[in-house]
């Protein structure tokens, strides 16, 4: 299993020497701890209890087809580092927050405050591409079992412990996350943003000066919520940056027009 998955990742990514993956061995474990299927149902049951939350997404069919070209970009590179998973994008209409989170299987979530608060769709990009690196680096799946351990998790895909799903969908409301990731997990979901944003054109230091601007802005309360998950570190924008010089990851759009037209839909 292990070579397999070895050989299979250098084949279908050439870059695989330039983008280490930091964890492999622990992805396929949490691979055969917690399966595809079994991810889908824990996505699931978390949608419908933000629906039963009565939680808004946002109806305005501009903003979601522009988020759903985005993501149409980015996929490539996920989806040869994990393939089989089903990205949905949703756009929360909550313009006071400036969040963005992933749940198992590969259902992505934006507030709407954070494409106001964004200065270009590189930036949009970044923290997409950083979010969709949490599911293809099955960090959900890993952070679950960690915290409640297997024999709940399966019982949550399964839909045997209603309560737990509550817990973590109001964890999600409140906090934008499920459960924090650490560090390390950061720092790789971090490395995958620039991956994927880079190999679908944009700009990949566009989420290092998202994370500047976030710092320099780090009082204004819209912004405190992915503060409190992504605490933008002058460590991780050096991490970002360094991960860029040492791969080359290049590319140069930055699709400011494009963002500005849609933040005058959302305003
Ligand atoms: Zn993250």
């Not at 106001?116 to 890993?142: Q, S």
């Not at 079992?145 to 969908?169: C, D, F, Y």
């Amino acid at each position: 299993m292990r070579a397999l998955f070895i050989v299979s990742a250098s084949l279908l990514c050439g870059c695989a020497t330039l983008f280490p993956q930091a964890a492999p061995i622990e992805r396929e474990v949490a691979k055969a701890l917690v399966t595809d299927e079994q991810e889908s149902q824990l996505g699931l049951q978390v949608h419908q209890e933000l629906q039963k939350e009565n939680v808004k997404f946002h109806a305005n069919p501009k903003v979601q087809a522009y988020i759903d070209g985005i993501a149409r970009k980015l996929v490539g590179g996920p989806d040869r580092d994990r393939p089989g998973v089903k990205w949905q994008l949703f756009v929360i209409d909550e313009g006071k927050t400036a969040n963005a989170f992933a749940t198992p299987g590969g259902r992505i979530y934006v507030y709407s405050g954070l494409l106001l608060a964004a200065r270009n769709e590189a930036e949009v990009a970044g923290v997409l591409g950083h979010e969709m690196g949490h599911v293809v680096a099955r960090h959900t799946a890993r952070q679950l079992v960690t915290a409640k351990g297997l024999e709940v998790v399966s019982g949550m895909a399964l839909g045997q412990a209603p309560n737990e799903i509550v817990a973590l969908t109001a964890a999600l409301a409140g906090k934008g996350t499920m459960l924090a990731y650490g560090r390390e997990m950061e720092r790789e979901a971090d490395t995958l943003g620039v991956k994927y944003s880079a190999a679908a054109g944009y700009n990949p230091d566009a989420l290092a000066t998202f994370f500047e601007m976030l710092q320099s802005k780090g009082d204004v309360p819209e912004l405190l919520a992915f503060l409190s998950t992504h605490p933008p570190s002058a460590e991780r924008v050096r991490n970002i940056r360094a991960t860029i010089a040492q791969t080359g990851a290049k590319g140069s759009d930055l699709g400011a027009d494009r963002l500005a037209a849609i933040q005058a839909e959302l305003k």
